[in-house]
């Protein structure tokens, strides 16, 4: 790894935010820790931001040399607030950009992927991380998790659909070695486990490891839609719906060797993450499915 000046971590309380920043201190890097509330983590420097309120962005990009990019949550166009910044950090004299995207939207995709389609315009140094779905979804603040915790219930249109769930911790090693290596990837990185599953897998797993039954209730994608449209834009809850239709038809049923390659260690199992980050001891009890 090459030495950086300032790395600017946008969304530094987020699942994969607060880890990159945590890994990127961790190696002796100066980290600026961005978020709506100037995020607070050992050895970082916070710096409110926010993607709506421009009068954030300069700030949070002085004497800034690279930039981890986690788009703003629920926006159905992110590109019309993210681009405008990345102009701006590029006037500023960043030199190398790490966006996080995702394994089911490509360039020039929808959402994000308007992002991914003009990064490599904007910069001579860049990554775009596209992850699979996180096993954090399932152990974290995700509705998944919530669900879980809840009701015992994890609801997805996926049906029977496998998934190469990928561990946050793997996705923000990649993301340190993408921002500090001495040669930017230039490229996008498709992120996954070590092996596809379904949620019938992951309802299986949940159970072995926390002692509380756990089943997945399958949607239709009508339903699913419905469902998140009481909590986000219809435009993104019909996006997510329809990705696990993907899901439902195969689209995410592969691994691939992008962690193993890039950080030199293999990815997560699912198994090992969840016994790594749920307890019996400290779990809340299961209520009945409504």
Known sequence: MTPTGTMLVIGASGTT??????QLIAAGHPVRAAGRRAPRLPGAEPVRFDWYDPATFGDALA???????????????????????????????VERA????SSAIPKGGPAVGAVHQVLPGLFDQWAVLRPSWFMQNFTGTHTHADSIRE?????????SGRVGFVDADDISAVAVHALTDDRAPNGDLVLTGPEPLGHDDIAAILTQVTGR?????????????????AVMPLEFATMLADMD?????????RTTDTVRRVTG??????????????????????????
């Open 265 to 290: 260690r293999p990815p997560s199992g699912f198994r090992t993450v969840a016994e790594r980050e749920l307890s019996p001891r400290t779990a809340p009890a299961t209520s009945p499915t409504p």
């Open 17 to 22: 935010g607060s880890r990159t920043a945590r």
């Open 98 to 101: 790490v966006l996080l995207s």
């Open 63 to 93: 004497d800034v040399d690279r930039l981890y990019l986690v788009p703003p949550v629920g926006d159905p166009d992110p590109a019309a607030v993210m681009v405008p910044f990345l102009r701006q950090a590029r006037a500023a004299g």
């Open 151 to 159: 009701h015992g219930v994890i609801r997805t249109a996926a049906g």
């Open 213 to 229: 039954p756990v089943t997945h209730h399958r949607l239709t994608c009508d339903a699913l839609r419905d469902r998140l449209a």
């Open 245 to 253: 239709r993907a899901i439902a038809e195969g689209a995410e049923d």
